[in-house]
């Protein structure tokens, strides 16, 4: 992806942009510094990568930037919308249009079918129906190679088959950004590879923007962008052309 231009008249519109982002929290009757005055910008269908050893913030800082939770401090813009700006409701209606979400631990309800637990976030929007929210998914679980597991639960799924139905629910809104928090974190290194190869081919093919937060520097060197929070700053290490 090209780097942004400095005439204004055509420059790129950043899909986040976080400026002063702070936060902060009280513990043991002590104010603690999570991080402080975090800038980032990212465009729309670029893959980023946020790593930094347990405990540095980066998944706070993924959910400050989901809109998931609040910074103490500072502004942020997710698809135009002024999120510090916003109340609890408000801010769901942003998810719901504009994320999908991909975690460690998969989140499927265990007593839903794989074709139900990808349907699951269209049953939220408006006018649902039914024919037409079952049709995109089986579409998607085709996509992530899971047309024959539809009717399948979550317990008779491998580790791999479970975070390909997450990869598809996260996909069912077309949402614009997709945050995968440690997506492969739980999974043996060759089901890994097939995870992190289908999130980048989906990255390419339907030009979503993918944050990822992960330990794994080799995941991160695959992004186009790799930014890492240490000591409450975030460094960008690098990026592509």
């Known amino acids: 992806m090209s780097q942004p231009t400095t005439d204004k008249s055509i420059m790129p ?3 986040i942009s976080a400026q002063q982002l702070t936060q902060k929290i009280n513990f043991a009757q ?8 975090l800038n980032i910008d990212i465009y729309e269908g670029e893959q980023v990568a946020i790593t930094g050893r347990s405990g540095s913030g980066k998944s706070t800082l993924l959910g400050i930037l989901a809109t998931l939770d609040r910074a103490s401090s500072g502004q942020l813009q997710v698809c135009g919308e ?15 249009k504009h994320i ?8 499927l309800l265990p007593h839903l079918s794989a074709l139900e637990n990808v349907i699951l976030p269209l049953r939220l929007q408006p006018n649902f129906q039914f024919a037409d929210a079952e049709r995109k998914a089986l579409a998607l679980l085709q996509t992530v190679g899971l047309e024959r597991q539809a009717a399948q639960t979550p317990k008779v799924l491998s580790g791999g088959e479970q975070q390909r139905v997450a990869i598809a629910r996260a996909l069912i809104s077309q949402p ?7 997506p492969t974190g739980n ?15 989906l990255n390419r093919e339907l030009g979503t923007t993918l944050i990822l937060v992960t330990h794994d520097p080799k995941l991160a060197a695959q992004c ?6 240490a000591e409450g700053q975030l460094i960008e ?4 052309g």
């Open 176 to 182: 614009k950004i997709i945050f995968a928090d440690e």
């Open 82 to 96: 002024a999120i510090e700006q916003l109340n609890e409701e408000q801010r769901a209606v942003v998810r719901l």
């Open 224 to 229: 186009q962008r790799h930014f890492e929070l």
């Open 30 to 37: 002590k104010e603690l510094s999570i991080f402080e005055n």
């Open 187 to 201: 999974l043996d290194g060759a089901t890994a590879k097939e995870i992190e190869q289908l999130l980048f081919q």
């Open 13 to 15: 519109q950043a899909i």
């Open 100 to 107: 999908g979400f991909v975690f460690q631990s998969f989140q």
């Open 237 to 240: 290490l690098s990026r592509g």
